[in-house]
Structure formats: C-alpha cells, structure tokens
C-alpha cells in the first residue's frame, strides 16, 4: 500500500512538473522531468528537507530543476574558470534566496563620521607578499551558519576582530555573532533584517569589547539584548578603519589582517558557486557581507581574493570562494573594494 501511494505521488509531481513545464520556454520544456525528479528526492534526503504538503513539494521541484538545468548548461560551456552546483540553496529561487541569505545595508550615515575611525595605517606599505591565507595562519575559526537570518555583516565584524586578536595576542577566540544581533542596532542595525560592519565595530568599541561564542550563542533570530552575557568581554578593538575604495588599497590591508567586506551575491551563479575562481557575472549592488582572509593566483594566471562566507561548508570551496582579483571593474569585482574595513586592537 506504501509502495502504492509512493508511485501515484511520483507520478503527480511528475505530471504538476510537466503541466507547470507547458507554461516556460522551449529549453526548459525539453528537461528531463523524471530525472529532475530522482535528483530532487535524492537532494532531499541529503539536505534532510521536508515540505508542509504536496503543493509545496511541487513548487519546491520546479524551481529545483530550473536551479539543477542553470548547473548543468554552465558547466557544459566551455572557458569556465570555476564550477557550480547543487546545494542547500538549490530549492530558492534566486529572489527568494537573497531575502534570507543576505542582509548588508550600508550605513545609515557617511562613512568615516565616527571618532574612532582610525586613518589608513598601511598606505605607505610597500613589501607586500603575493599570497597570503590568514587560514593556514590560524587566524581564522572554522566556517559557521548564520542560517535564515541577515546576520552576514555580524559574521564579517567578528571574523574580523577575531582575526586581529589572534595577530596581535597569538590567542584566536571563537567570539558572539549573536551579541551584534541583538545588541548593535547602533546606526541603522536591525539584527536579522540586515545591518553594516562599521556599527557592528562601532558597537564593540562603545560596549568595550565583545563576549565569547559560548557565552552568548548564536540563535540565528532576533532577541533582546542580554545585557549581562554582553558585559563578559573577551575581546576588545579601539577603532576601525574604512579602506579606501580601490583593490590596490585593499590588498595592502588584507597583507596585515582579514578585513570585512560588502559585495553583490544576487546571481544565481553566486547562489549555487562550487569551486573554483569566481568572475562573474555579477554587479556592484552591495547587499551580502563577508571577510576576505587571503589572496593569491590560481594555477592559469588569474589573481583572487579568498573570501569566508557565512552560509556553512555545503556551499563553495567548503565554505570559501575565490573570486577575482585585479577583474578591471572599478571597486572590483561584485564590488569587492567599494565598502572594506577592519578592526584596529
């Protein structure tokens, strides 16, 4: 009798798909649907993802086989310098993944208004490696999940306070995303409903210093402060610098510490990148923030900046991208060097 009803299930996603299939281009006609189906049951089971009834099923399989037909043509074409694929994301449209995985908002004020902006220490560096990966340094904590929340800019502040601290002290702390959700609405801040890495800064230099991960773990909603778990410092900055605008400038600040930064994640290669270094396409509509920990050149010649993402190790080089640098896009590619800043300890 499972068996039974199983089949017959299988078979009304498979009609709903080809019924929903009439209504699209002639490409997407010509999809495989049966096969899309067996891949869409295998990806659920793999991502554990279940759906409040059959109607949602359906609607979640068709945009997965749009997502799974956008992999396999750009994959197939040729002159790719890097792969996408299917992920945890792969059942989004496009749309709907940049509402809950994004969340940069540029500041409510100018940059560089506040007082403890600190002047671009490293403008006249000059001896600057080419490669760097703050990773293998052990400047960098493992990849975590801000989950279905626009916390991203928390993720770049306190990737980047970490890696300071462990710079300047030999210690890394492992330091409270959630305490800046909660806590930061400084400047325009609205926890999971976006904020800017500079009030996130700002709010660790106003509050004295940020609590531990495990003191104030993360929830991935919005909460009130807790005033308390917030007043258990681990790690403290004294200011922040806003880098000026251009890769050449970023590249020297990168030399010296992982540096937060905005840039445009809203295409759909973005959302399902594999491996490889990313070029495009993309534009400089700044709306997802993460911490670029390294740079270096790929085997063919291509420069890149190496960047931890906040969306776990299922997406990306396990959590990474490498993206290119030197693209010849004013402020970089996806707008990599428009919005750059870091912590000064």
């Not at 793999?46 to 759906?51: K, S």
């Not at 037909?69 to 994959?75: I, L």
């Not at 609205?190 to 700002?202: I, K, L, V, W, Y």
């Not at 776990?312 to 010849?328: A, K, L």
Request: glycine fraction near 8%; charged fraction near 20%.
């Amino acid at each position: 009798m499972a068996f039974k009803l199983a089949k017959n299930f299988s078979i009304w996603l498979i009609l709903v798909l080809c019924a929903c299939a009439c209504a699209s281009d002639a490409t997407s006609r010509a999809y495989d649907i049966p096969s899309a189906t067996k891949k869409f049951e295998e990806w659920m089971t793999r991502y554990g993802r279940d759906y409040k009834d059959v109607a949602e099923k359906a609607k979640r399989l068709k945009i997965f086989t749009e997502n799974l037909q956008f992999v396999e043509e750009f994959n197939g074409a040729a002159n790719r310098t890097y792969k996408v694929g299917l992920n945890k994301f792969s059942d989004l449209t496009n749309e709907e993944f940049r509402a809950t995985y994004t969340g940069y908002k540029s500041p409510s004020s100018t940059r560089s208004n506040s007082s403890q902006v600190h002047s671009f220490e490293y403008q006249g560096l000059n001896d600057i490696p080419e490669s760097v990966d703050w990773v293998k340094q052990g400047a960098v904590n493992p990849i975590k999940n801000q989950g279905q929340c626009g916390s991203c800019w928390s993720f770049s502040v306190v990737a980047a306070v970490e890696g300071i601290t462990k710079i300047k002290s030999g210690v890394l702390p492992n330091l409270s995303e959630q305490q800046l959700v909660d806590c930061a609405t400084n400047g325009g801040n609205r926890g999971c409903q976006g904020g800017s890495m500079d009030n996130g800064f700002q709010y660790i230099i106003d509050n004295h210093g940020i609590s531990s991960e495990s003191n104030y773990p993360y929830t991935g909603v919005d909460g009130t402060c807790n005033t308390q778990a917030a007043s258990v410092v681990e790690a403290k900055i004294s200011a922040y610098t806003d880098v000026p605008a251009n890769e050449d400038d970023m590249l020297k600040a990168v030399a010296m510490q992982p540096v937060s930064v905005a840039l445009d994640a809203s295409g759909d290669a973005f959302q399902s990148y594999k491996s490889g270094v990313f070029n495009g396409p993309c534009n400089n509509n700044l709306d997802h923030a993460v911490t670029v920990v390294g740079y270096g050149t790929d085997t063919d010649g291509t420069k890149y900046w190496l960047i931890r993402n906040s969306w776990d190790v299922s997406w990306g080089e396990n959590g990474y991208m490498r993206i290119q640098r030197d693209s010849g896009f004013e402020g970089g590619l996806c707008g990599i060097a428009l919005d750059v800043s870091y912590p000064v300890a």
